[in-house]
């Protein structure tokens, strides 16, 4: 994915630092906003990980710093749940004045109750996201509860959250008091997609049932069984965001058009980071990768993966189009490739041993009343699609560096 730095102001004109996750092509299917949870940062491992499967799946992700945190401007201490949400309109508005108008928000957390207040007051949202998210704002309170007593006789106090300090202000606890989202989630007329994990031990389950009830339709939720509140394994962090990609495409209007060449050619891009490549064929996202054990990330199917799955495929495709132009009963083809060196027996180096040249095994599985004639006509047949032929042909394969 390729990650731009940027910055906006937020309502009292302080810089948020941000980063913009873009898809390969850089022409997103639609923008989403990340709120991140409560102390914490864009940065966060959940935050990267599910921005990065995201994008891999053709979402653009601005994910951003509240104020007073990570690399933001401000003093937390001056913020409450009304800047969260103030902070996520300006990155709305910042995202509809210089890209595209965000049609999502995502909340891990207390973020999540933020993206549930956001929502309401940004008409160009169509779909909502929660994770692991209290529907009672009051419910962090029980990060500090040692404290409120100091908060209310003092007017603030210095509270230890994940390791680090801050303080907290008397209005801040207020506001968390005073909100009900109860009527908000109920008119804000988005879809809304609420995921939890039943082991939560930071935000009951009971929160994500209490919204479920209080939201009209379409809604949906999704148990992250055996996940905790930061979802602090990448497997789980990915899956999320595969589900989440999977979900919003029903509710967000994707755009149609697209360029001739788009539609005909193939784009891949491979960052610096890991093996992990981006694939866009069309309008279709896929994913390439490396076993962890070359030095990948296993996020998807190797190169020679793809390779075999397009012979593969090419092969199915060729023996049913086949059959139904004889009217055969072939019910399914099913082809199984392997790939690996082998020596070539009448080729040596120079240094007397024996050249390895490509072999790739594939065995294919009729099934269907077909008689051993129609089977013996569907292997001939198998070596004349397109594929097949490619790689059998003479090939000149013209490259450049532009």
């Not at 996201?129 to 962090?140: E, K, L, Q, S, W």
């Not at 801050?166 to 809304?192: G, I, P, Q, Y």
């Not at 905790?228 to 595969?242: Q, R």
């Amino acid at each position: 994915m390729k990650t731009t730095r940027v910055q906006f102001a937020n309502a009292s004109g302080q810089t948020l630092s941000a980063n913009l996750e873009m898809p390969l092509e850089g022409n997103p299917q639609a923008y989403l906003i990340f709120a991140h949870c409560f102390t914490c940062n864009k940065n966060l491992n959940a935050v990267r990980n599910i921005s990065r499967s995201l994008s891999l799946n053709g979402i653009a992700v601005l994910r951003f710093d509240f104020t007073g945190l990570g690399q933001s401007e401000g003093e937390f201490e001056e913020t409450s749940l009304s800047h969260n949400v103030g902070d996520l309109e300006s990155a709305a508005a910042f995202l509809a004045k210089n890209f595209q108008a965000p049609t999502i928000l995502l909340g891990h957390s207390f973020g999540g109750t933020a993206v549930l207040l956001a929502a309401a007051k940004l008409p160009a949202i169509k779909a909502v996201v929660t994770i692991n998210a209290p529907f009672d704002p009051g419910h962090v309170k029980h990060l500090f509860r040692s404290k409120i007593e100091e908060i209310n006789k003092n007017g603030k106090a210095e509270v230890n959250i994940g390791g680090r300090s801050f303080f907290l202000k008397e209005d801040f606890v207020r506001e968390l008091d005073s909100t009900d989202l109860k009527d908000t989630v109920r008119k804000f007329k988005k879809s809304l997609l609420i995921m939890h994990s039943p082991q939560d031990n930071t935000v009951g389950i009971d929160e994500a049932a209490d919204l479920y009830r209080a939201a009209m339709h379409p809604k949906s939720f999704i148990s992250l069984d055996g996940m905790d509140h930061l979802i602090s394994k990448e497997e789980d962090t990915i899956y999320i965001g595969n589900v989440v990609s999977a979900w919003v495409k029903k509710y967000i209007p994707i755009p149609k058009d697209e360029p001739i060449e788009s539609e005909r050619g193939v784009m891949v891009r491979t960052g610096n980071k890991s093996y992990t490549t981006e694939i866009k064929t069309g309008k279709h996202f896929m994913v390439a990768d490396e076993p962890e054990s070359f030095g990948g990330k296993n996020l998807g199917p190797t190169p020679y993966d793809f390779l075999l799955s397009s012979l593969g495929a090419c092969t199915g495709m060729t023996l049913q189009m086949y059959a139904k132009r004889k009217n055969w009963p072939l019910e399914n083809a099913i082809v199984y490739l392997e790939h690996g060196k082998i020596h070539a027996e009448d080729s040596k180096e120079k240094e007397g041993r024996k050249n390895m040249i490509d072999h790739i095994t594939v065995k294919i599985e009729l099934e269907g009343n077909l008689t051993t004639e129609q089977r013996d006509k569907m292997l001939e047949i198998a070596h004349k699609c397109p594929v097949h032929k490619t790689l059998h042909s003479e090939m000149v394969i013209d490259t450049k560096v532009i």
